[in-house]
């Protein structure tokens, strides 16, 4: 079965930090990757996705993906952050065009002023 | 926002009773989904959706039932509901399943429920 590995559970930063929050699955074929996140809360929101194409994807806020197959990784980042950027981040993975999400556990991300 | 809006927001019940949970949608997406969200586990599919009367399975399945009736309505009932089943449901909703199409889930504001 489809396995998603967030290995960051906690993280805390201090304002302008980088960021760089790991993501890897199981899955050996072509998939659809996501970025999510929930603002305290909040319901979840999309961050950024990819479908095909330049493997550096941009999203929302700032925060930018790579896509690396042969690591089977899609590690999120964010030059600097900000308090605002307080909230829990999930990978997902997608390997059938959109019927079922695989989720990660989550990274919960604090921002210190 | 998409249009995805979830009925009750909070509930609490007592072990053994049944409870529906409702999402309703103005989108007219094809796809729907329900997903539970515990601590340490991150949100696990419980039935999804993919047409009017056409549901599935997804990896909670046990203990929960679906139906759709209509295209903007997903009913998540809990026929006997058990303290395990504490959580909070989220609904989503796809505009497609086919690959290569726009395709990202879009999510309402959940339902906080309690078993006793």
């Known amino acids: 079965a489809q396995s998603v590995s967030q290995h960051n559970h906690h993280v805390i930063l201090s304002e302008a930090a980088s960021l760089e929050l790991g993501c890897n699955y199981s899955y050996g074929g072509t998939v659809n990757l996501f970025w999510y996140v929930q603002y305290p809360g909040q319901h979840l929101q999309l961050l950024l996705k990819?479908?095909?194409?330049?493997?550096l994807v941009k999203g929302i806020k700032g925060f930018e993906a790579e896509f690396i197959k042969s690591k089977f990784s899609f590690n999120l980042r964010k030059p600097s952050v900000q308090w605002s950027d307080t909230a829990e981040y999930f990978c997902a993975v997608d390997t059938g065009g959109g019927n079922k999400l695989t989720f990660g556990t989550g990274t919960q991300l604090k921002v210190e002023l | 926002d998409a249009g995805i809006t979830q009925s009750p927001r909070h509930k609490v019940t007592e072990t053994g009773t049944p409870v529906t949970l409702r999402c309703h949608q103005t989108?007219?997406?094809?796809?729907m989904y329900w997903y539970r969200q515990d601590p340490g586990h991150g949100l696990r599919l419980i039935h999804y959706?993919?047409?009017?009367?056409?549901?599935d399975k997804g990896e909670v399945s046990d203990g929960y039932s679906v139906s759709r009736s209509k295209t903007e309505d997903f009913l998540l009932t809990l026929e006997s509901a058990t303290s395990s089943q504490t959580s909070v449901y989220f609904c989503a909703i796809s505009e497609s399943s086919h690959r290569g199409l726009r395709n990202e889930q879009f999510f309402g504001p959940g339902t906080r429920l309690t078993v006793l």
């Open positions: 989108e007219n997406h094809r796809y």
């Open positions: 959706s993919y047409g009017v009367k056409d549901t």
């Open positions: 990819y479908f095909s194409g330049d493997p």
